[in-house]
């Protein structure tokens, strides 16, 4: 059972554009929301999380907007720059400790 | 201020064999997940731990698989007979504090089952 989606499995995106990754769950009891970006044989690193008392996030050139009753996150980056290229993995939290991925979204930021 | 270091980086096993993956989260941090990444697949949650205690071990294999955080010392992820189906990339995460805030996550151990 995939609790958290994320659909598109690559994005390719003009320099200077907006990216806009998507991420859907299905677990209601999730309360914290986050975003990993992830470059090849490198771990997963932290971008932005948001609590599900908000609906918006925001930091620097990134955004992550929180739709509780569509179970719907999205991550903006804007304007987008070849150095974003990488794998993007939204997860979630119901304050347990364990974070849930979704299988991550390949973004290429063509110059 | 160094960050979640495992070692090693990558690790080669003969199917049978034993894997020993070690991490060594950020200082400060007393809470320590490890996750395993399948090839073209997210990160899977597979135990948490805090000093001395396995806190959740849910998404663990119920056998050949095994984790400790010692009182000193790194924390190690203990696969025993290992498979080819083991292969995969394993990442240690730390926290400082338990539930919604950002894990840090180390580089990631890649091990290869012949």
């Known amino acids: 059972d995939q609790q958290v989606k994320q659909n598109s499995p690559s994005l390719s995106v003009q320099e200077g554009r907006i990216s806009i990754l998507n991420c859907d769950y299905t677990?209601?009891?999730?309360?914290?929301f986050l975003w990993y970006k992830k470059y090849p044989a490198e771990g997963p690193t932290f971008l932005i999380s948001?609590?599900?008392?908000?609906d918006k996030n925001e930091d620097g050139r990134f955004t992550v907007f929180l739709n509780k009753s569509a179970k719907h996150l999205s991550l903006h980056i804007v304007p987008s720059q070849p150095g974003d290229s990488a794998v993007y993995f939204c997860?979630?939290?119901?304050?347990?400790?364990?974070?849930?991925f979704g299988q991550g979204t390949t973004l290429q930021v063509k110059p | 201020n160094a960050g979640v270091m495992q070692n090693p980086r990558h690790l080669v096993r003969r199917r049978g064999q034993e894997a020993r993956l070690r991490c060594s989260p950020m200082?400060?941090?007393?809470?320590v997940y490890w996750y395993r990444q399948l090839p073209e697949e997210g990160l899977k949650f597979m135990v948490y731990?805090?000093?001395?205690?396995?806190?959740?071990e849910s998404g663990m294999p119920k056998e050949r698989f095994s984790a400790e955080f010692p009182k000193e010392g790194p924390s190690i992820l203990r696969i025993q007979q290992v498979v080819r189906g083991d292969s995969a990339a394993y990442f240690c995460?730390?926290?400082?504090?338990?539930?919604?805030?950002?894990?840090?996550f180390g580089p990631g151990t890649r091990l290869t089952v012949l």
């Open positions: 997860a979630a939290s119901s304050n347990t400790g364990k974070l849930i």
């Open positions: 995460a730390s926290s400082p504090w338990t539930g919604g805030d950002e894990q840090f």
């Open positions: 948001i609590s599900s008392i908000k």
């Open positions: 200082k400060g941090h007393s809470h």
């Open positions: 731990l805090q000093k001395e205690n396995i806190i959740d």
């Open positions: 677990n209601s009891m999730f309360d914290y």
